[in-house]
């Protein structure tokens, strides 16, 4: 998913939001990556951006200063400067559930 026309109170240069699953692909050109998940397409068994960790893990390179992308599926949570991760819990239920406001990037938990 994508927002544009957004603030961040921690970033004065983002003015959109990327929604994905895990992150993007360092290694596979992001227009490749925002076509097929624009299209939803999916024509892998195994999809990095869904199911792997290590080689989505930091901001792709190729994302302009503008982006923030917000994912979860890496069991922590991160705020930085152009990457928000929010998995806490990783669904067990003996961890809390976190999300993020924003443009303040306030945490909130359910308390576990």
Known sequence: ?????????HNPKIDTIIAVHA???LDVPVDEQ???LRARKVVSK?????QGRANVLAPHPEL????LVVSGHHCFVSLE????????CAGHNDR???????PERTLIDDGL
Request: charged letters at 25%; a negative charge.
């Open 1 to 9: 998913m994508e927002i544009e026309g957004v603030t961040d109170e």
């Open 23 to 25: 992150g993007f692909e």
């Open 34 to 36: 925002l076509a097929a």
């Open 46 to 50: 195994w999809i990095e951006a869904l």
């Open 64 to 67: 302009p200063e503008n982006v």
């Open 81 to 88: 400067e152009s990457r928000i991760i929010m998995d806490g």
């Open 96 to 102: 809390p559930l976190t999300a993020v406001v924003l």
